[in-house]
Nanobody, 119 residues
Framework: VQLVESGGGLVQAGGSLRLSCEVS????????MEWYRQAPGKQRELVASVNNNGITDYVDSVKGRFSISRDIAKRTGYLQMNSLKSEDTAVYYC??????????????WGQGTQVTVSS
């Protein structure tokens, strides 16, 4: 199982980015998904989540600006980030609960993608 993140980069404050997290390998399906971020010198922070029922949740600092979604058929999750601020600068990681044949569901991490917001 491999998770490949993409979509990070350098953007000016007020701009937008869309992060993707694509799952490959022999899996049955993806379920819950989370996006975390870690800024230099800070602990990893849960930013957004979507559970098995599609219910989403966000940390207060991104509510109204970020949107998490997933396309189960494409095995891909997304984090749409609008109105970006300098404090959103961090490495962003996806964490996905994956069902595989013959094993209990487990969570897997992406490799991380850098988001840098210039003010």
């Amino acid at each position: 199982v491999q998770l490949v993140e993409s979509g990070g980069g350098l953007v000016q404050a007020g701009g937008s980015l869309r992060l993707s997290c694509e799952v490959s390998g022999r899996i049955l399906t993806i379920h819950a998904m989370e996006w975390y971020r870690q800024a230099p010198g800070k602990q990893r922070e849960l930013v957004a989540s979507v559970n098995n029922n599609g219910i989403t949740d966000y940390v207060d600092s991104v509510k109204g600006r970020f949107s998490i979604s997933r396309d189960i058929a494409k095995r891909t999750g997304y984090l749409q980030m609008n109105s970006l601020k300098s404090e959103d600068t961090a490495v962003y990681y996806c964490n996905v609960v994956i069902w595989r044949v013959g094993v209990p569901p487990d969570a897997y991490w992406g490799q991380g993608t850098q988001v840098t917001v210039s003010s």
